[in-house]
């Protein structure tokens, strides 16, 4: 079964950084692309990042390209998404997905099937 954990959320001020960690359990990520996905009240969920099994195969949204690097560490089963000169409006839940796939999918919620339960992010000062 598909378990999914996150965790490095917290409050951060502007211009400060954050790392996430996404634990898998019960697969193994080498088959399984990745996907950080993130919601703020009263907005849908949408993509922020993703990572096929080829690591070099990576979406950023352009609203965090240049600020945010997801990175996968498949020996400890682990995805990260590192995330920089973070502004209030990174404020959000963030997710993680997997799908067993070799291809890279779209960066949408209907591209992955297995989810974790979410880490809060709260960029303010």
């Known amino acids: 079964q598909v378990h999914l954990v996150e965790s490095g959320g917290g409050l951060v001020q502007p211009g400060g950084s954050l790392r996430l960690s996404c634990a898998a359990s019960?697969?193994?990520?080498?088959?399984?692309?990745i996907g950080w996905f993130r919601q703020a009240p009263g907005k849908e969920r949408e993509g922020v990042s993703c990572?096929?099994?080829?690591?070099?195969?990576?979406y950023y949204a352009d609203s965090v390209r240049g600020r945010f690097t997801i990175s996968r560490d498949n020996a400890k089963n682990t995805v990260y998404l590192q995330m920089s000169s973070l502004k209030p409006e990174d404020t959000a839940v963030y997710s993680c997905?997997?799908?067993?796939?070799?291809?890279?999918?779209?960066?949408?919620?209907?591209?992955?099937?297995?989810w974790g339960q979410g880490t809060q992010v709260t960029v303010s000062s």
């Open positions: 997905a997997a799908t067993r796939t070799h291809l890279a999918p779209p960066c949408t919620v209907a591209g992955f099937d297995s």
């Open positions: 019960g697969f193994t990520l080498d088959d399984y692309a």
């Open positions: 990572i096929a099994t080829n690591e070099d195969a990576q």
